[in-house]
């Protein structure tokens, strides 16, 4: 079923019921409908055509569900940038992926005219919000397109989305996805969950995202009320799950650790919660175990994917409580664990995880190079590292980047985290690899203490003792008021990184 068919669905059974819930503002499923098929006639209006670049970059709210979903109506390709992306990144994006029409929200005075001027293919620049003149308003205009679109049919094969993993100022790389990947997440909810029309999820991962996209397609595929923040704040969080009897999320484990700093987490009432899923990152079980106290009726899922592979790819089943796991594979995709030569790895021994099926991205657009790096005899080489135990499931050990060897020995960064973050005084832990004179490469760990916290870099060395190798025990480890962020939550190791070196290694 196509999206504006699915959307059309939503609205003939659930006209009334709120399809989204943003700032107080509940916008029913006919509503949705109306205002899409609004949208899409002005896209159409301003000369979006089938195979056009549309690029927004908005924060979490109804527009940005509204452009995403009017690109599938009139066939064009969605280009959705993060919201916190600087000037020449944006710029850099919009020239790689030939951006046809840009819709922003402006945090400063915007000339739509110099945007023009430096990117050719750029013919429309329009905004949401902050008094910008009214033919450039994309929500005044849209109130006078009508909502008379005009169908278009697309092909599985056809272009739909080009999502970008990281802004950058440099070379960009976007992942290209063609309108069949966009049942691939909805078809893994599918297999893995039990959602219906009964539940509300809470989205705070920024909508620019995979993990916030497949809330817009948890919307419109199981006809569910999505409640939409516009950037994660954990009291705020926990308060939206009580008012609006949240029944499940996904969110990364550095959001659970914020929401596990929270003193105010007891008066919290999170039974309406069926589900929690934890994404994005290898993740400690006893961070999920911890959270798990506040929310006894829950079911703590643990899950695996990229945006290269239409995710989530595995999730712990529901009947099982292994989430030291991320769970087993789904049925329209195959993954292995293979070795430096590409051969499959037994149950048990570590390799990199490929993966194969139809939800693999078409490819890094405009970068044959880059494709042909990851894309190999059929499996797309997903430089995360991992093992199978003998009932199939699979477990995380980290990425390639992340794998220290410290005098030939090799340290999986996840393993030492894991490590640290069983300390009840440790609310989170990042750890990399420095360059080492003598050992090629040393173990560095930095830590964020709970409040009131009394312990030491040297106690938690003596810690990790307890329950590592000696060679997997950080050189030293810094205790800092808090870590460098990604816009989806992840703890940037790369920022750190540089951080340490900048400090010339005083952490």
């Known amino acids: 079923m196509s999206v504006p068919e699915l959307v059309a ?54 527009e940005a569900v509204y452009c995403y979903l009017a690109c599938f109506y009139v066939g064009a390709v969605g280009v959705p940038l993060d919201f916190m992306l600087k000037e020449d990144e944006v710029r850099s994006c919009l020239g790689h992926a030939e951006v046809k029409v840009f819709i922003y929200q402006p945090r400063r005075a915007a000339d739509p005219a110099k945007w023009r001027a430096a990117l050719p293919a750029l013919k429309s620049v329009l905004t949401v919000g902050n008094g910008q003149p009214a033919e450039l308003d994309l929500n005044k205009l849209a109130d006078q397109a009508g909502s008379e679109y005009q169908p278009v049919e697309t092909a599985d094969a056809d272009p739909a989305l080009i999502m970008y993993t990281s802004g950058t100022t440099g070379k960009p790389k976007g992942i290209l996805l063609n309108t069949r990947h966009l049942t691939g997440s909805p078809a893994a909810m599918k297999h893995f969950v039990d959602l219906t029309d009964h539940d509300v999820k809470l989205a705070a991962i920024p909508f620019s995202h995979i993990g916030g996209f497949i809330y817009i397609q948890n919307c419109i595929h199981f006809g569910i009320t999505l409640v939409i923040m516009d950037r994660f704040q954990p009291f705020e969080f926990l308060a939206n799950v009580e008012r609006y009897r949240v029944t499940c999320f996904h969110i990364v484990p550095p959001m659970y650790n914020a929401l596990l700093t929270l003193k105010e987490i007891e008066r919290f009432d999170l039974s309406s919660l069926r589900w929690v899923v934890v994404f994005g990152a290898p993740s400690s079980p006893d961070i999920l175990k911890r959270f798990h106290q506040y929310i006894p009726n829950a079911k703590l899922l643990n899950g695996w994917g990229m945006t290269e592979t239409s995710p989530p790819n595995t999730v712990t089943p529901l009947d099982s409580d292994n989430i030291q796991s991320v769970g087993k594979s789904a049925p329209h995709c195959e993954i292995r664990v293979v070795d430096e030569q590409g051969q499959e790895c037994s149950a048990g021994t570590i390799g990199e995880i490929v993966i194969s099926g139809w939800i693999v991205m078409d490819g890094y657009y ?45 340290v999986y960064a996840p393993e030492v985290e894991a490590a640290l973050l069983k300390h009840e005084q440790v ?23 709970h409040a009131q916290a009394d312990v030491t870099a040297d106690d938690l060395r003596g810690f990790c003792r307890e329950h590592l190798a000696n060679f997997k025990v950080p050189q030293a480890i810094t205790i800092k008021d808090g870590l460098p962020k990604n816009r989806t939550g992840k703890i940037d190791k790369a920022a750190l990184k540089e951080q340490f070196s900048v400090a010339g290694g005083a952490g």
């Open 9 to 62: 669905q939503c609205a003939r059974c659930y006209a009334d019921k709120p399809a989204l819930i943003f700032k107080d503002q509940e916008i029913s499923f006919a509503q949705l409908a109306d205002r899409v098929g609004q949208y899409a006639a002005l896209f159409q209006q301003v000369g979006i055509r089938k195979g056009d670049r549309v690029g927004f970059q908005l924060p979490n709210g109804p």
């Open 366 to 410: 405009k970068e044959p190079e880059e494709t042909a790096q990851v894309l190999r005899d059929g499996w797309l080489h997903t430089g995360d590292l991992g093992r199978f135990d003998t009932e199939g499931y699979l477990y995380i050990v980290g990425r390639k980047k992340e794998m220290i060897k410290v005098a030939g020995q090799i």
């Open 427 to 449: 609310a989170e832990a990042a750890v990399v690899g420095v360059e080492d004179e003598l050992k090629g490469e040393a173990v560095r760990a930095f830590v964020v203490l």
